[in-house]
Structure formats: structure tokens, C-alpha cells
């Protein structure tokens, strides 16, 4: 298992990746500003949900008065100018309480709306028991989130125990942030297995024995990789030829200051490339991507 982090340091190291990214990769700036900013609501909505531990039966409503109104407030005057807007049109004709109840109940539902209902739902169900968790609907399959039922946001090894061996794989959920354990080299989407079927993508291939390709197109100005350092060689495409999916994978062994919810927000090329190639992610990050 992961080393488990205190609350407070859950913050504290996401702050510390976002300051980090945001001076390494230049292309995805304002987005981690406006993640930065967002990421001081979330933790004092972390704070306010622990010491109040809301009811699973209120959870929506509590999200809708207590998190929603401060998520809406560093949106609109850190957001992007579209998303702006967006959010004071949905909000004109929808009740927030509804827009949260949806993604508890996994339906479907505009991308601003999901914006607001999981950058508002995120923290609480992080400070929140099992049992609050499992209010949510979804799937409780090896595929979804055991404890809520969401689905994988991204993939990520674990530092291994000894230097030889590779780390564990883990999947991270979208809407409440518990991992769990998933068998390496299997599509995280429909369970695929065969090796044939499964393809990486990485900025300089694997070294390993699964199958891998050079990812191009990265912001380097056309010049030829060799002369630039690699954007993200702790980072991975896992893509599937049996469903066409796709998601991110971070291996925490080759860059133990990577934090996986941050870097995976931040690698905006790697899910341009998978674009491109046809893939549709498993889910959209945070921010859409
Ligand atoms: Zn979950
Ligand atoms: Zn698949």
C-alpha cells in the first residue's frame, strides 16, 4: 500500500506539485494557477466536512450551501474567461443542489455542471467516512471505486519496496480520491488483458517489456528529443484497441515528487497525442481534459 499521508500533507503536496509544474511546464500554467487557487477552497472545504461529517442523506445539500458557493467564487475570478461565463448561465436556470446530486448519482451531465459538482463534492467525500462514500452511485466492479463506485481518473505505480522490482499499480477514483489496486497491463476501461490489444505511449518508450511508442508532437519546437530533456519520463499513455480508451499513468518510482492527481491535470500533450490517435479518455480530469 501507498505510505499513507496526514490530511494536512494531502494539501501541503499538492500545492508543492502545482508550484513545481507550473515553473517546468509553461504550457500549462494558467491552468495549475487557477488549480492552485481552487485547491485553497478544497482544503478548507476538507477542513469544514471533517469537523462537521455531514450525513450521507444531506451530503448534495450540504455540498450546495457550504462548498459550492466558495468554488464558484475562485471559478469566476481565476477560471477561464469561457468557463466564466458558462457557470453564470447554468446557474441562472439550474439549482446547484442538483447539479451535485447528479454526479452522486453518476448521470450524465454538461461539462461545466461536472466541473462545479466535482470541484465542490471532491473534498467532501475525501473528509468523509465509508459510509458517506458509499451514498454515491456506481458500479462496484474491479473497474470502479470500492469504496463510491466512480470511475478511474488515472493510473499510477507505487515506489516499489526495493530498487529492483516495479512498484505496484493503482487506480485513482475521479469523484472521491480513494485508490485501489488494479493488475498491471490490463485496460482499466473494460478489463482488456491481452497484451496484443494494449498499447503505451511514453516520450521515450519503455525500457520495460510491455509494449511501447515515442510519443511526438510534445511542445519541443519540432527539434529533435534527443536534445531536450523529456517533459514527462514518469509518465505514460495506457490505451486499449479493444475499447478505445484511454488514461494517464504517473510512476511515482521514477519521479517520487510526481503527485499523481497534479501531474496528470497538467500533462495536457499526452491527452492531445491520445486524441489524435482516436482514444476517448475514461474520464475527463478536473479541468475537462
Ligand atoms: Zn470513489
Ligand atoms: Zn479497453
Redesign the pocket.
Known amino acids: 500500500m501507498p505510505v499513507a499521508l496526514t490530511a494536512s500533507d494531502v494539501w501541503t503536496e499538492r500545492r508543492r506539485r502545482v508550484g513545481e509544474l507550473r515553473v517546468r511546464q509553461g504550457f500549462a500554467r494558467q491552468l495549475l494557477d487557477f488549480y492552485g487557487a481552487l485547491l485553497s477552497v478544497q482544503e478548507s472545504a476538507y477542513r469544514d466536512a471533517a469537523a462537521a461529517s455531514p450525513p450521507a442523506a444531506s451530503l448534495a445539500s450540504y455540498v450546495a450551501e457550504v462548498v459550492v458557493p466558495s468554488v464558484l467564487d475562485v471559478s469566476v475570478s481565476t477560471g477561464p474567461e469561457r468557463m466564466r461565463s458558462d457557470l453564470m448561465n447554468r446557474l441562472e436556470s439550474q439549482d446547484p443542489r442538483d447539479i451535485v446530486e447528479r454526479w452522486i448519482r453518476n448521470e450524465d451531465q454538461p461539462e461545466v455542471d461536472r466541473f462545479l459538482a466535482r470541484a465542490s463534492l471532491g473534498p467532501v467525500l475525501e473528509a468523509a467516512g465509508a459510509e458517506t462514500r458509499a451514498a454515491c452511485v456506481g458500479p462496484h466492479d474491479a473497474r470502479h471505486c470500492p469504496d463510491c463506485g466512480g470511475p478511474p481518473q488515472l493510473s499510477y505505480f507505487a515506489q516499489a519496496q526495493d530498487d529492483l522490482a516495479t512498484g505496484p499499480r493503482f487506480l485513482l477514483c475521479a469523484r472521491c480520491g480513494a485508490t485501489w489496486g488494479y493488475p498491471r497491463m490490463t ?1 482499466a ?4 488483458d491481452s497484451s496484443a490489444r494494449l498499447s503505451i505511449f511514453s516520450e521515450r518508450g519503455t525500457t520495460s517489456g510491455e509494449r511501447g511508442s515515442l510519443v511526438r508532437g510534445l511542445p519541443h519546437g519540432g527539434a529533435p528529443a534527443a536534445h531536450h530533456p523529456a517533459l514527462f519520463p514518469h509518465m505514460r499513455v495506457e490505451a ?1 484497441d ?2 478505445m ?1 484511454y488514461l494517464l499513468s504517473v510512476d511515482l518510482a521514477s519521479d517520487p515528487q510526481a503527485v499523481p492527481v497534479v501531474d496528470e491535470l497538467a500533462a495536457i500533450p499526452l491527452d492531445l497525442y491520445a486524441r489524435d490517435r482516436g482514444l476517448t479518455k475514461v474520464t475527463t480530469n478536473l479541468m475537462g481534459f
Open positions: 485496460c476501461a473494460c478489463g482488456e486499449c479493444s475499447c480508451r
